[in-house]
């Protein structure tokens, strides 16, 4: 009887810390990820002070504030767009006219930046659980906000996109769908437009307003149930985030105190010490002496039988501790260390990371991104703001793996010498065509034929120059 009650205790003190109770935790204490209570010690995150909840206000205080934080948030959306992607209403086909859709889509991308108000839903997603993009379009019928919107008039009935981050659409103590036969179960019955709150950027408009689901575009990544409730990119690597931050601060601190250079007199005169402590007028003149030369440079301090010492204490290299912490937080998001902040440690481990990080953005694009942007796209269509496809929509990227004009140039010398190398050991054939040495990589396209390579099957006399000259 008595443990049970410790053990009804002890829960009722959990609950308390973390602000919710066992049945009745709204969707945004379960924002983050609660302590794990595997260690039956302690409470380590207590012990190291570390939020027994995460909330969508911790998440984007800490991206707002914290350099590293945000370098989570953005690296990997700034390398996923940093080429916009080339969309077709079916097989890319510069020869035939632009399908009814493609010229919707052209004035969407030239007048309404779309790749742009894409990348803003995109960034603003990895904070919290899902962002939004709101259309603010003219509608055939006239409707009120909390009703579905009606269809709209053209591409040219748009005004505007706007991305939304999580607080602004906010779905807190809003009923879910409970209908088990609906497509909509388990989703928000309508989204909170709201402003002034974290995330927000617009200092004038202070209003809320109840938003019909159709009328915002979900983006969540990591929501793989098919709610609109996906991970933060920051809610793994948030404890770590805090150790970085505790351990900038100490340094600092800590070095900061050190260069203050304080002073301290010890008063080994019994007639000084009590002249000092009785007499008033001594012990003020005392003190702006002192402090006249604790705040100069170029002051002298008599000491009347007193010794003066330096308080300094000793500072231990943080670099460890930091490099562990870094660590920590660069594996829960999947950015290599040296990629998160620019650091190079090495040639060749500097080129893996290079690699590892260009298949990570590659596989983004991919599966996530891809998806969004057709989901997007026919989103318009249904709310009648866009044309029809006739056929797939056909999303192609730039190859992110490509080498840089450094590497290429690198590649082709070292092509060339591979070449010589094979002259001058008997090798018949060449390793590597001129055309693959000018590209500085070998691509999986057949090159083109070149001119060197001509033989004696070639249609080209061989006592006659390629390029005749005229004069």
């Given amino acids: 009887m008595s443990n049970h009650r410790n053990k009804s205790k002890r829960n009722l003190q959990v609950n308390a810390r973390q602000g919710t109770n066992s049945r009745g935790s709204n969707i945004a204490d379960r924002l983050g990820g609660g302590y794990h209570f595997a260690d039956t010690k302690r409470d380590v995150w207590t012990v190291a002070g570390y939020p027994a909840k995460v909330t969508f206000d911790n998440l984007w205080n800490m991206q707002a504030r914290f350099g590293i934080a945000k370098a989570g948030i953005h690296r990997i959306v700034d ?9 077709t209403d079916g ?29 803003g839903a995109d960034w603003r997603n990895r904070i919290g659980r899902y962002s939004g993009i709101l259309p603010i379009a003219k509608e055939s019928a006239q409707t009120k906000p909390e009703d579905p919107a009606s269809k709209s008039l053209g591409i040219e009935s748009l005004l505007k996109l706007v991305p939304l981050p999580e607080s602004q659409l906010d779905v807190n103590s809003v009923r879910s769908n409970s209908d088990i036969s609906s497509a909509n179960y ?44 996906g991970i933060p990119a920051n809610e793994a690597g948030y404890n770590a985030l ?47 002496t002192a402090a006249d030369f604790a705040s100069g440079f170029d002051n002298m301090l008599t000491l009347y039988g007193m010794d003066a010492h330096q308080l300094q204490s000793t500072l231990s290299d943080p670099t460890a501790p930091f490099t562990n912490a870094l660590n920590v937080y660069a594996a829960s998001i999947a950015i290599p260390a040296t990629i998160l902040i620019g650091q190079q440690t090495g040639r060749l481990a500097s080129d893996e990371d290079q690699a590892d990080w260009a298949q990570t953005a590659e596989s983004r694009r991919e599966n996530t991104l891809t998806p969004c942007i057709k989901s997007f796209l026919m989103y318009l269509v249904d709310r009648g703001i866009m044309s029809k496809p006739t056929n797939e929509i056909m999303v192609e990227w730039e190859d992110l793996s490509e080498p840089s004009t450094g590497d290429k140039l690198s590649n082709s010398k ?39 390579s001509f033989g004696e099957d070639n249609d080209l006399p061989k006592d006659e120059p390629l390029v005749k000259d005229d004069v």
């Fill in 79 to 87: 390398k996923c767009w940093q080429s916009s992607p080339i969309i």
């Fill in 91 to 119: 097989e890319f086909d510069d020869k035939r006219p632009l399908t009814p859709f493609e010229k919707d889509l052209k004035i969407l991308i030239d007048k309404h930046y779309l790749f742009a108000r894409l990348k």
């Fill in 186 to 229: 388990g989703m928000p019955e309508y989204y909170n437009l709201r402003q002034d709150v974290n995330g927000d950027r617009n200092p004038v408009e202070n209003t809320e307003i109840q938003l019909d689901p159709s009328r915002v575009f979900i983006f969540a990544e990591g929501a793989d149930d098919g709610s609109i409730f």
């Fill in 242 to 288: 805090l150790d970085l931050e505790k351990i900038c601060v100490a340094g600092a601190e800590g070095h900061f105190k050190n260069a203050k250079q304080r002073t301290i007199l010890n008063v080994k005169d019994a007639q000084v010490a009590n002249t000092l402590m009785n007499d008033p007028f001594k012990a003020a003149e005392w003190k702006q």
């Fill in 414 to 452: 070292t092509m060339a010498e591979i070449n010589k190398l094979g002259r001058e050991t008997g090798m018949q054939e060449p390793s590597f065509t001129e055309s693959e040495i000018r590209q500085g990589y070998v691509s999986d396209e057949k090159p083109e034929e070149d001119v060197e």
